[in-house]
């Protein structure tokens, strides 16, 4: 009897001890902050898996990517080729203005003596002439001009003019040509509208 009276009660405190440390509410915020971080620790490795993919699932990547690689290397192919292109039209644009386009401040001078140069080969007599330069919409560069200009001289010399003109070396459109006999002899007065474009990078044509 003393024995078992005296394991009663050396066991009774330790029971106390106990319930009392599970009522405590710190004990309590720490089981859950320790259950909560380990549900999250377990989310992450299943979401990132950072041990990598199984065999399989790596195989089949390596797959797919390797059936891409063709893809991707014809579409830069296709990518590069038109980079060249690109370049290419824009030198062969450059080469062409200032080839056959009249050029900023001496558009009007050029023009001039051209239209001088040609009238006088043919035997054209030149009159009264109008210029006018307008800026081509959509372009900062680019203007039109028109030219309206009279010349006195023969059918035959005509024609001849209009070949010179059609061999210039810039572009020259002729919106109209209006020819009307004189009342004595076979001279005709001729009447032309010209279009030619210049190039500007000064900003004059703003």
Known sequence: MPKSFSFV??????????????????????????????LNI??????????????????????????????????????????????LARVEGELFMKKYMLTGRSAYSSIVG?????????????????????????????????????????YPNLTKFINELDRSPRFLIIESLQAAPQPVGTAVNVSFKLNAFVRDESGVLQ
């Open 114 to 154: 051209e239209l001088d140069r040609a009238a006088e080969k043919v035997s054209l007599k030149p009159k009264e002439r109008q210029f006018s330069l307008e800026p081509i919409e959509g372009s900062d560069t680019l203007g039109m001009m028109t030219i309206s200009a009279k010349y006195e001289g023969s």
């Open 42 to 87: 377990v989310a992450a490795l299943i979401l990132f898996k950072p041990w990598g993919g199984s065999s399989d699932d790596l195989e089949r990547q390596l797959a797919v990517m390797r059936n891409q690689l063709p893809q991707r290397q014809a579409a830069l192919a296709r990518t590069r080729t038109l980079v060249q292109k690109v370049e």
């Open 9 to 38: 009660r050396s066991a009774a405190p330790l029971r106390k001890l106990s319930l009392a440390s599970m009522k405590d509410p710190r004990v309590s915020v720490r089981a859950g902050l320790g259950t909560l971080l380990l």
